[in-house]
């Protein structure tokens, strides 16, 4: 009898640990008995029949990620690589479908993402893969959500996380980019030349408004020093043309000084003819002879009033 003492107690153990288990918290766990499915249990303590009874097979009710790396082509010919990552859980009422109907869930996902990414992609242009990501994400999840709900599977999100062209492509896309930022500030830079241009002409222009008001301004003045000249001539007994002369040959004496005030400075005086010449050389004696003799007539003019005064 002893020695069936420690039989019995074997027998007994395997009994306790056949009789309880153990699932954990955001999982299932599938019963069987003798082949044939019994129930599902939730996470705690379990009983179960030993021997009879079995765990077929436990299920995670956590959300789990799967990522799908689809080649395609697009509108344009371009052959892309897009990522696509897929959040998915196993439906908490429909624990039986997803472990009996799905040996392999994930490939089953797999081939739903293939078809629905090359049904899409080649359909629009490079560009606008990039920007229409999203759209391609809503339908993968749309196909899924419909297929895979019969399963005991829900979509939770679709992501396009990653979109990878050929490197070929991606070269000559940063080369445009790079030709047309070149091409804006060629742009920009020559649109800064124009107006430094049309405000360097401005600046010109009033510069010579400036000058010719200037030069407009002095010969006025010019002109009534001149009539104030002549006015003060005619108050001394000088007639017009002598002061006309006088006033003539005092700018010709004003120029020489003027010529002959710089060091550097040259004056050439080269007649048409020797004619042209005598005629000139004439001129200037007469005007020479013209100055003295009003010079002698002012002189004259000037004793006769103070005389006048003294009487």
Known sequence: MIFYIPLIVFLSLILLFGTFF???????????????????RQSGLQLKIPIID??????????QQLDVVVETKTKDDVFVKVKVSVQYMVIKDKVYDAFYKLDYPQDQITSYVFDVVRAEVPKMILDDVFEKKDDIAIAVKGELNEAMKNYGFDI????????????????????????EREKVAAQFE????????????KAEAESKRLQGQG?????????????????????????????????VVTQHY?????????SNSNLILLPNSPQAGSEMLNNMVASFTASNQIGEEMKKAALRKEKEKGK
């Open 54 to 63: 079995r765990v077929a097979g436990r299920l995670s009710l956590r959300i």
């Open 215 to 247: 030069i407009a301004d002095q010969r006025r003045e010019i002109a009534r020093g001149l009539e104030d000249s002549v006015k003060v001539l005619n108050g001394v007994d000088i007639n017009s043309q002598e002061a006309s002369a006088l006033i």
């Open 190 to 201: 020559g649109d800064a030349q124009r107006i430094l241009i049309v405000e360097r002409a």
């Open 156 to 179: 939770i999100k679709t992501l396009v996380t990653d979109i990878d062209p050929d490197a070929q492509v991606k070269e000559s896309m940063n080369r445009i980019n790079a030709s």
């Open 22 to 40: 153990i699932v954990k918290q955001q999982s299932a766990a599938i019963i069987e008995r003798f082949g044939k499915f019994t129930s599902t």
């Open 254 to 262: 004003d120029t020489l000084q003027s010529v002959g005030s710089e």
